[in-house]
C-alpha cells in the first residue's frame, strides 16, 4: 500500500491524502449522527448574542461542511485526475465540485428540517374556522353533535354545541368558541 503511494504524482497523492482521512471522519460523523450522538447535545456553551439563524444545527462555516467540501473535492480530485491532465485546472474543478457538495448538503439539511415542524393540534386553533356539521348538532344546545374541522392540513372529527336552530349534516359551520376544554361552540354558516 505504501509502494501505491510513493509512485504517485504529487497532485494525485495530495488528493489521496486528503480523501482518506476525511471519509473516515465522514463516516465516523454519519454513524454518529444516526445514533443520535453526534456531539450536539453532549456540548454547551453559555454566551448571550443576537444571532438570527444561528441555531440552525447546519450551518455554511462549520466542521461539518469543511469535511463535505473536502469530501467532494477530494474524490473528484482522484476520479478527474486521468481526464483533465492540467493541474491547476483540475484542483479548481475539484474545488468547485466540493462547494457543490457543501451547498447540496445544506439545501438536504434546510428540507429535512421544514419537515420538524411542529403541526400539533389543539383547540385553540379552532376558533374561527370553518368546518362541516358531520353529525346533526341539535339546537338550543339541547344535545352534542360532531364537525369535521381541517387544521394545519388534517382532518379532525370534534364534539360540538350549537346556541342557535339545530345544524343538519352536511352544513358548513363556523366555530364562534369552546364549551369547554373539548367542545366547540359552532353557528351556521
Known amino acids: 500500500m505504501i509502494h501505491f503511494f510513493e509512485n504517485l ?30 456531539g450536539g447535545d453532549g456540548m454547551s456553551a ?63 439539511m434546510q428540507q429535512l428540517i421544514k419537515l420538524a415542524e411542529n403541526n400539533s393540534f389543539t383547540y385553540q386553533d379552532t376558533l374561527d374556522k370553518v368546518g362541516e356539521a358531520y353529525t346533526p348538532i341539535p339546537g338550543q344546545k339541547a344535545g352534542i353533535g360532531k364537525v369535521l374541522i381541517s387544521i394545519k392540513g388534517s382532518t379532525h372529527e370534534l364534539e360540538a354545541l350549537t346556541d342557535g336552530d339545530r345544524i343538519e349534516s352536511g352544513t358548513p359551520v363556523r366555530v364562534l368558541r369552546l364549551e369547554s376544554d373539548r367542545i366547540l361552540i359552532v353557528e351556521k354558516i
Not at 20 to 37: A, D, K, R, Y
Not at 97 to 106: A, D, M, Q, T
Open 46 to 108: 453559555d454566551f448571550d448574542s443576537d444571532l438570527d439563524g444561528a441555531d440552525a444545527p447546519f450551518q455554511l462555516l462549520s466542521f461539518r461542511s469543511l469535511i463535505h467540501f473536502l469530501l467532494g473535492f477530494s474524490w473528484s480530485g482522484i476520479s478527474l485526475f486521468g481526464t483533465i491532465h492540467n493541474s491547476l485546472l483540475l484542483i479548481v474543478v475539484s474545488a468547485l465540485i466540493g462547494g457543490l457538495f457543501v451547498l447540496v448538503f445544506l439545501w438536504l
Open 9 to 38: 504524482d504529487p497532485v494525485l497523492k495530495i488528493f489521496w491524502y486528503t480523501a482518506l482521512p476525511v471519509s473516515i471522519i465522514f463516516l465516523i460523523q454519519t454513524i454518529m449522527t444516526f445514533m443520535g450522538t453526534d
